[in-house]
């Protein structure tokens, strides 16, 4: 039996959710209060497994929620970490007694296939920008999208196979049925979300169950990406052939093949569930963000709509404001782990061969000139293109791209590199700070990078409260004006010396892929041309 709400909001970490009492902590060096690894559906674990998310269970007696609940089940290069038990999230607000306060929801990135809650700390966040923050689990990979014709059974959520996306949908609803018990304002949600987590935002918005879930978007370096539910299909079939010869059940390909054949749509069904998650996390491996190697976002009909991205033509999508994001050289994180640049950096010949640093720097060009014209530019004019949209705001993160600010090896292997904005706004080092503790936040840069975040905060505080982001609520940072398709400054561009925020409107346009290529064509070598087209970008989701 659920409890009812309270009303007021008393600062206190003792509160009261629909299922049962939760006590949490306080921060008090930033004055904010959380509560971690709140359950806001039933483990996806046994039946549940590849099903829509259902209601937690309520509790009678307190719960702690002082800890970060486990990741979802995922692999960490050849093992397998987290919990298949994974659905929980995370609260933090202002340790004050104000209610009716803005709320965002964040979703994480990892290609849908890695990450966690815990990689948005909103604690900071919280206290600066006024707000409640909630950053959620959801299911990953094999267990968050998965198709398969052995596990339909006529019900549409079910059989969606689009469970990490349903899952965030249940923790808004999760949201609309308590926030307001913790002094949050539930007709101002704001769903965001970073690289794969604000794709699933993209996606939401054009889902027929997200209507009168959220009022605002903000999707940091998303895009519009979603498959076809038989690609799904194969991508299942194969790791279980993969699994069957693993497991010794079938000798090769063929016979694995042969074995699915002769199995009905029940023993299949029960070969599937009993399976172990792990095993099957790791049979369905990495994807070096090559949308080919994992589908997902499946245009399943009922939770995507069929036609997908084209429902923004016809209207039927929600239409709020929306804030994007993008980075100055937002490929350069994929270059540096990509196989045809790996062993030039590991042997430091990048930095001696005219060649390879020169092939390396037209990556991070023309690859971000199409990756963050994808997150930014694509999605901006598919939006404004439709009469009756809400403003549209788009910012370029260029951070860490002039001389002398990060180190000269940083500023050519990274620049600003994907995710490089969310430190920027949480406060935290825990991103690309923490992979290269050396050379990238420094005391010199300090104080033009604290500025930066601060003026950050200030817009997206405005934009959490108001829809529009402004002048962030100060005469001394710029206005930034909505993107429409005549802007002669369309976009914002956010940037910092060592010691002064440098931020503005601007003119800078990113084309799209087959404009790009046809400058690579005219600008590159043959060799560097096809070693970009055929080899780095090739089977990247945005460069489908």
């Not at 006590?23 to 904010?32: H, L, M, V």
């Not at 290069?77 to 004050?96: C, F």
């Not at 209207?315 to 937002?330: H, K, M, R």
């Not at 990060?406 to 292997?413: D, G, M, Y």
């Amino acid at each position: 039996m659920k409890h009812r709400q309270v009303g007021t909001f008393q600062p206190q970490t003792l509160q009261q959710t629909t299922y049962g009492p939760i006590d949490g902590r306080t921060y008090e060096r930033f004055g904010t209060l959380g509560w971690l690894g709140v359950p806001y559906a039933a483990p996806p674990v046994g039946e549940l497994r590849w099903k829509a998310p259902r209601e937690p269970e309520a509790w009678m007696e307190t719960r702690s929620a002082k800890e970060f609940a486990a990741s979802s089940l995922q692999l960490s290069r050849i093992d397998t970490i987290g919990s298949e038990d994974s659905l929980y999230l995370n609260i933090w607000r202002p340790d004050t007694i104000s209610s009716k306060l803005p709320v965002m929801v964040f979703l994480h990135g990892g290609r849908n296939m890695t990450g966690s809650g815990k990689d948005f700390q909103g604690e900071q966040l919280a206290r600066n920008t006024n707000s409640i923050i909630v950053s959620v689990n959801y299911r990953l990979g094999a267990l968050g999208f998965f198709q398969h014709t052995a596990l339909k059974t006529g019900n549409a959520l079910d059989d969606s196979g689009n469970y990490g996306l349903l899952d965030a949908l249940r923790a808004l609803q999760w949201v609309q049925d308590n926030m307001e018990g913790f002094g949050g304002d539930t007709a101002n949600i704001t769903l965001a979300g970073q690289s794969a987590g604000a794709r699933d935002i993209l996606a939401a918005m054009i889902s027929p169950l997200s209507k009168g879930l959220f009022q605002k978007a903000a999707a940091f370096s998303g895009g519009l990406t979603t498959a076809a539910p038989e690609e799904g299909e194969q991508k299942s079939e194969d790791a279980l052939v993969k699994l069957l010869v693993g497991e010794g059940i079938a000798a090769s390909v063929q016979e694995a093949q042969t074995w699915i054949g002769t199995q009905s749509k029940s023993q299949l069904e029960s070969h599937l569930r009993e399976l172990p998650a792990d095993k099957i996390v790791t049979a369905f491996g990495s994807t070096a963000i090559r949308m080919e190697s994992f589908p997902h976002l499946f245009r399943d009909g009922s939770v995507i709509p069929k036609e997908g991205f084209e429902a923004i033509e016809s209207g039927n999508y929600v239409q709020v404001p929306v804030l994007l994001g993008s980075l100055e050289t937002e490929f350069s994180s994929f270059a540096l782990g990509d196989e045809n640049f790996t062993p030039s950096i590991n042997d430091e010949t990048l930095f001696t061969d005219e060649t390879k640093a020169e092939q390396y720097a037209a990556a991070l060009k023309y690859g971000s000139e199409v990756y963050a014209g994808f997150n930014a530019e694509r999605v901006a004019e598919r939006l404004t293109s439709k009469v009756g949209q809400p403003s549209v705001y788009a910012y370029r993160f260029a951070w860490g791209t002039q001389p002398r600010v990060i180190s000269e090896r940083l500023q050519t292997l990274l620049g600003a590199p994907h995710g490089a904005d969310m430190d920027f706004y949480t406060g935290h080092a825990d991103g690309v700070a923490a992979s290269f503790p050396e050379g990238y936040f420094s005391e010199t840069n300090k104080p033009g990078r604290e500025a930066l975040s601060a003026a950050m905060i200030a817009y997206l505080k405005q934009f959490l409260y108001t829809g529009n982001p402004g002048n962030g609520g100060s005469s001394e940072l710029t206005t930034w004006t909505p993107w429409t398709q005549d802007a002669k400054t369309p976009i914002m561009r956010l940037d910092a010396s060592n010691t002064t925020v440098e931020i503005g409107m601007s003119a800078q346009y990113n084309e799209g892929k087959e404009a790009v290529m046809e400058k690579m064509k005219k600008e590159l070598p043959e060799e560097t041309y096809k070693l970009l087209t055929e080899k780095v970008f090739a089977g990247r989701f945005f460069w489908e």
